[in-house]
């Protein structure tokens, strides 16, 4: 099945700093990437819409000086938490399109868990 | 906008028994898709299993099976024979099909379903 990989983890970091996501689809292309927060205990989600060369879709009530979302290429989409404060403290989680699928389905990676000192 | 429901925060139920999980949702849509996915203590985002409206067959996957009634709005998940690895959150999750891959998934506020030994 169609893998995902995002990386790092987890990551630690002060206020003030940014902080950078790799969300990668390791053996397929995936033109649309999707960008999820979720919290603890709750549901996910979803922040903005990523396609490949273009500028990323971000969803009503996302800041997107604050989340910058890059998909450079058919493998990689990047999100950048700028300024990141307490309060973005989260669980990062993206998943990726296979348009060779007929049938839909978003593959997830397995999420990067954001503290902010 | 799409809404999901479930009404379920948690539930427990002994191994090998039957569970069924519940689902509303909301829309104006008469063509899109229906998922569950279970996110075990990893976090990792599993797909459970699909349902596209225009089927009338109820979706099966081995043990799980859904309850889709279109007029009704509702697709519930039936856990049979539950197993300890079923303990998980389950998500609800709606999607309406657009271009180039966009589509974008609502999720449910989820059900915590434990197994119970």
């Known amino acids: 099945g169609a893998v995902v990989s995002q990386h790092p983890s987890w990551v630690i970091c002060k206020s003030g700093t940014s902080v950078k996501i790799e969300c990668r689809s390791l053996d397929f292309q995936a033109t649309t990437m999707f960008w999820y927060r979720q919290f603890p205990k709750q549901s996910l989600m979803l922040m903005a819409t990523s396609n490949e060369g273009s500028k990323a879709t971000y969803e009503q009530g996302v800041e997107k000086d604050k989340f910058l979302i890059n998909h450079a290429s058919l493998t990689l989409s990047t999100l950048t938490v700028t300024s990141a404060h307490p309060e973005d403290s989260s669980f990062y989680i993206c998943?990726?399109?296979?348009?060779?699928?007929?049938?839909?389905?978003?593959?997830f990676g397995p999420g990067t868990r954001l503290t902010v000192l | 906008a799409q809404t999901v429901t479930q009404s379920q925060p948690e539930m427990s139920v002994q191994e090998a028994e039957t569970v069924t999980l519940s689902c509303t949702y909301d829309t104006s849509e008469n063509n899109y898709y229906l998922f569950w996915y279970k996110q075990p203590p990893s976090r990792q985002m599993i797909l459970v299993i699909r349902?596209?409206?225009?089927?009338?067959q109820n979706a099966t996957e081995n043990r799980f099976s859904v309850n889709f009634q279109k007029a009704a709005k509702s697709f519930s998940l039936k856990i049979s024979d539950s197993q300890l690895g079923d303990t998980a959150m389950y998500f609800c999750a709606f999607m309406k099909p657009a271009n180039f891959g966009n589509e974008k998934l609502t999720f449910g506020t989820g059900t915590r379903l434990t197994i119970i030994p």
């Open positions: 998943s990726a399109r296979d348009l060779t699928v007929s049938y839909n389905e978003q593959f």
């Open positions: 349902q596209e409206a225009y089927k009338q």
